[in-house]
């Protein structure tokens, strides 16, 4: 696979993925005071108060009584000393919702118990049809329980956390006031997990101090992990590879293992162990996914439970011999047979198997049978599920035309296989027995998956050239090259560029894959990359650049089982 290095998607990267530093944001902090709890109950807002700070300093302030258009109960008054009196003739939440977003701006939004006060504004904005900007939401309350000890407070109430930080300004239920001392607890949390290594907006949405001191001192690993797109690895003292994963941002991605929570024990022990952080730059999504799936295949990652162990894959194999029969084989051999496939379980590949034999009496002896056989038959031939070659009861031509059916099922269409076990259900479920339909009825749902797969993977894997383009997210457009379904090239076409110019070198770029294989339905890649890639030329706004050979979907229509 080739990558252009002139391509980098750090060129246009955004916010987003590099990570917002805490000491460069805009933060705006909110509360309000309403009357009653819920606006869902017919509760609005009577006071609105804000502070706008940045890197510590205070940028602005925004206070205003609001007239909520209705009596405010008698025990809201006395909790919070706003009377009808005080709001008559303040100005309704009609106004004062656009000067207050257009006070809070671009900044992260913070409050204490923010689904309150978040909740009252969003409600606001849909009810004079006005939009909810997409603001990043902090609450102090939540930042509170993952940041302070048990012991350190008595509890995570506003009033509590500002005398736990010794904020100036005491919480007395009105909005301003109460504004202000959320700003003093947001500092205080920031200084806390900022001396744990907490840097950025995201780490700290995603803080948890369920993260030991230990994992929190191998951040450094991240340090040389590059903010862009592509593949991780975690490797142990030894350099054995622990861990393979893909991302947007590696850095930001990388640095999460070490301050953000992580709930899968496993995963926790594996950067425990952690010596080294690897990472391959990628220029596309697939890429990094494809790139994924070749590195869990070549180092078998102990920490990755998918996609470890391709070479266990199970194909049926229709064998080429004067009389051929089915078999289940791990891998495609150079030979003449036919083969159906893969299977990513043997117990799939089983009741395929067992679907065509139920459809087609081919014999099951597994030995090699001379042209004109002298044995006695076995069970299945008095049964009449086997044409019996063995013992003379059947001629060449005759075992030839079953055959012949059989490989047409695999490699074509499967309707015979179909219309057999469809038929065979409905007789057992007229005799009532049930559970042997319900065995057929499985029987067929894998062949009909299989066949499904098996088409789509090898129509692609028959194409020697398949070059597609989409734009992506960023308004890009992602280049791949595709040879007999392995991805060979990828690249962005960058700004400026003659598109035509940039995909030609694309190609002229890309790794050679020669077709060794031919009966396999995934001769040049494994089965879940030439799938992953499927999914990707099948997504909305792909274009196809060129098409060498002929992709196609030639399974015939079934009916679902």
Known sequence: MSTRAAVRWEEQRSFDELGRALDGLTFCVVDLETTGGSPDRGARITEVGAVKVRAGEVLGEFQTLVDPGAAIPPFISVLTGITDRMVRGAPSIESVLPSLLEFAGGAVLVAHNAPFDVGFLRRAAEEQGRPWPAFDVLDTAILARRVLGRGEVANHKLGTLARAFSSPTTPTHRALDDARATVHVLHGLLERVGSLGVDTLEELQTFSTKVTSAQRRKRHLADSVPHAPGVYLFHDSEDRVLYVGTSRDLRR??????TASESRSRIGEMVRIAARVASVECATPLEAQVRELRLMAAHKPPYNKRSKYPERTTFVKLTDEVWPRLSLVRSVADDAADYFGPFSSRAAAEQCLDALHDTFPVRQCTERLARQPSRTACVLAEMGRCLAPCDGSTDPDTYASVVRRLRDALLNEPQDVVARINARMESLAEDERFEEAATQRDRLATFVRASERHHRLSSLSACSEVVAARREDDGRWAVHVVRHGRLAAAGVIPPGADAV?????????????????????VPSASAEETALI??????????LVDVRGEWVCPLGRVPAP
């Open 253 to 258: 991605r990388v640095r999460s293992y070490f």
């Open 501 to 521: 110019t940039y995909v030609q070198s694309v190609r002229d770029a890309a790794e050679t894959v020669v077709n060794t294989s031919p009966r396999s339905p």
């Open 534 to 543: 499927l999914r990707w030329l099948e997504c909305d706004g792909v274009r």
